[in-house]
């Protein structure tokens, strides 16, 4: 099995953008081809929340450019993600703690389609969390190494994978540890690079 190589990309530029509007193209040609061209018919799928997802993600990554992170494999955008830096309540009565908020994660379209096509690369949005965690964890400032997401749930069991555990004090939020993502990050490094 030929295992996927990705590049991190730490900021919106000019490539991003014109790949986050080719996302959009691909997924009106995804509609025809596999929803019958009505965008309805792909609500309640991977695809249909990947579909809205994107549409988020080409509108923040314009407007806060520094907080977007991505995966790049042959030229192509694979996964995206917008990150903020916060501090906030994380668990009820503990007060509140720094920590990273993954606000959007989205893989291509391609790569949530209910089949392959030729544009499918699998594991970009794992390589992406794992980058993003990388980058934060090694940060000269300290960035606390908690990370933190709204999961819809058809993703959590993925964030379950990497080892978010759901919050028990918030609806839809998941927590990664720094001890757990520190984890997760050997395992994948070990396994993938």
């Not at 794992?130 to 934060?136: G, P, S, Y």
Request: charged content about 25%.
């Amino acid at each position: 099995m030929t295992k996927n190589k990705f590049v991190y990309v730490n900021y919106a530029n000019n490539l991003v953008a014109t790949n986050l509007l080719y996302w959009q193209d691909k997924i009106q040609d995804y509609l025809i081809e596999f929803y019958g061209g009505n965008r309805n018919n792909a609500l309640g799928t991977k695809f249909g929340d990947c579909a809205n997802i994107c549409l988020d993600l080409l509108e923040v990554s314009g407007d806060e450019p520094t907080n977007f992170r991505g995966v790049v494999n042959n030229d192509m955008l694979q996964a995206g993600a917008i990150i903020e830096y916060r501090i906030g309540e994380i668990y009820l009565n503990e007060g509140r703690q720094q920590h990273i908020l993954l606000d959007i994660v989205c893989a291509a379209p391609w790569n949530c389609l209910p089949r392959s096509v030729s544009e499918t690369c699998r594991g970009a949005a794992e390589w992406l969390i794992a980058d993003i965690i990388q980058e934060m964890t090694s940060a000269p400032n300290e960035v606390s190494g908690i990370f933190k997401v709204a999961a819809i749930p058809r993703s959590i069991e993925f964030y379950r994978r990497i080892g978010f555990e759901e919050n028990p004090d918030g609806s839809r939020e998941m927590i990664l540890t720094e001890e757990r993502a520190l984890q997760f990050l050997e395992e994948h490094i070990r396994r993938w690079r």
